[in-house]
């Protein structure tokens, strides 16, 4: 007898970007204990949770202390009282019609886009940008749906569709067969967006190629520009190709609260092996009646209050005070002459190394003479190689003194 590990965790890249990071700063601030870092690298919100969500979550708690309102198992799918406030406030004001039953609410994007590949068979093959949020690769790594990663840092039989200023970090549609594409818009790392016509070019290629789009769309309230498409759902036929995650993370500060929620529409089918059509959604609520059981009641009802008035405005200060930063890390790189990336539509700023240093290099000189953390771009995977993303997740005045210290290095 002998437990025989899943080998294709084998195959996984370990993902040293982060402890990479966090080493060398550790490293740096040994030597440099007086330096005062400025951290502009993590994902992560700083801001806390406004006042009307933590009203909200009090309340919930307390009503879970009584008996007359106490609560138990909820449904895996979320309650109708969120449900039904995503639809009315997240859909349909973009002209977007859809049933209770295709909102799934969840712990979040990661958790969603990570899980939902379990779906379909193994021998699909999945096409991701390049670079991309490493949640998309690894779990399909992880289910074998991969083969080795090279020395050129590709996975055998994925398909990269890279995202450079060469393209103006617009994909071209793969030259091979897919069958998945990860789409990100607003997208992290690069803060880039699609039009309405950029995606619909992908919604069309889905349909005419038996595709499935899976959108996250994490970074939706970020967007501030017209024709930017805040659903997929919004480009006409996208209902019978795509699927969309959203997460309250980053709009409203719920890294730490966990909450999102994907939405699986009725019209999307795939095959089995007898190429007969079998419908998506009842197979995601399988799988979610399974292997999940809800996202507590507070939360719920915390993620609720963000649909109040007073809740959307406490969130849209955050979400301009974020944007602010943004502005003024783009306008400080450009007035230095970096070409600069994002930070329009999106707290993620991805600006082009001068001189074509490599990312891990200037990462260096950002730390050592700047004493500001940053993320290289190489450890989002091959095309982010030149890059470097830096995020507007920080004080106002912790901004402006990082801007202050990059403009004046010498390049
Ligand atoms: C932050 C982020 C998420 C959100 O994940 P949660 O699990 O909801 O916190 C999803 N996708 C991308 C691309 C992200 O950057």
């Not at 998309?136 to 890279?162: C, H, Q, T, W």
């Not at 880039?192 to 889905?206: E, G, I, N, P, S």
């Amino acid at each position: 007898m002998a437990v025989n590990v899943n080998e294709y965790y084998s195959n996984i890249q370990n993902n040293y970007l982060f402890v990479e990071i966090a080493r060398r700063v550790e490293k740096y601030q040994e030597e440099n204990p007086d330096a005062d870092l400025i951290k502009m690298g993590i994902g992560d919100v700083t801001r806390p949770l406004t006042k009307t969500v933590i009203k909200a979550f009090h309340d919930a708690v307390d009503e879970m202390g009584q008996a007359d309102t106490f609560r138990g198992y909820g449904p895996e799918q979320g309650y109708d009282f969120l449900i039904e406030d995503v639809i009315k406030n997240d859909f349909n004001p973009l002209g977007v019609e859809l049933k209770n039953s295709e909102v799934f609410i969840s712990d979040g994007a990661k958790c969603d886009t990570g899980n939902f590949q379990e779906l379909f068979s193994q021998d699909n093959i999945i096409a991701v940008t390049d670079p991309v949020y490493p949640v998309y690769v690894d779990s399909n790594v992880m289910a074998g749906r991969s083969g080795k990663i090279g020395d050129d840092g590709f996975y055998e039989n994925i398909v990269y569709l890279p995202c450079t200023s060469e393209n103006n970090f617009v994909p071209a549609l793969p030259e091979e067969d897919v069958d998945i594409i990860y789409l990100c818009f607003p997208n992290n790392p690069t803060g880039t967006t699609l039009t309405k016509d950029q995606l619909k070019v992908w919604v069309d290629y889905a349909k005419e190629n038996d595709a499935l789009i899976l959108f996250d769309a994490a970074y939706e309230a970020f967007i501030s520009t017209d024709n930017v498409p805040h659903s997929i759902y919004e480009i006409e036929g996208a209902k019978e190709v795509a699927i969309e995650f959203r997460s309250y993370s980053k709009v409203a500060g719920f890294t730490g609260t966990r909450c999102g929620y994907c939405v699986v529409p009725e019209e999307v089918y795939v095959k089995n092996e007898a190429g007969e059509d079998v419908q998506l959604n009842p197979l995601w609520n399988r799988r979610q009646s399974t292997k999940f059981n809800g996202v507590s009641y507070p939360v719920q009802r915390a993620a609720q209050a963000i649909y109040t008035p007073e809740g959307r405005k406490e969130i849209q200060e955050n979400l301009d005070y974020y944007m602010k930063n943004a502005a003024v890390i783009r306008e400080s790189l450009e007035s230095i002459g970096l070409e600069v990336y994002g930070g329009i539509d999106s707290p993620y700023i991805w600006f082009k190394t001068p001189e074509n240093i490599d990312s891990w290099t200037f990462f260096d000189i950002l730390l050592d003479e700047a004493n500001v953390v940053s993320t290289p771009g190489a450890g989002f995977g091959p095309s982010g190689e030149g890059y470097i993303r830096l995020t507007a997740f920080n004080t106002y005045e912790k901004t402006v003194e990082a801007m202050d210290r990059i403009s004046k290095l010498e390049f």
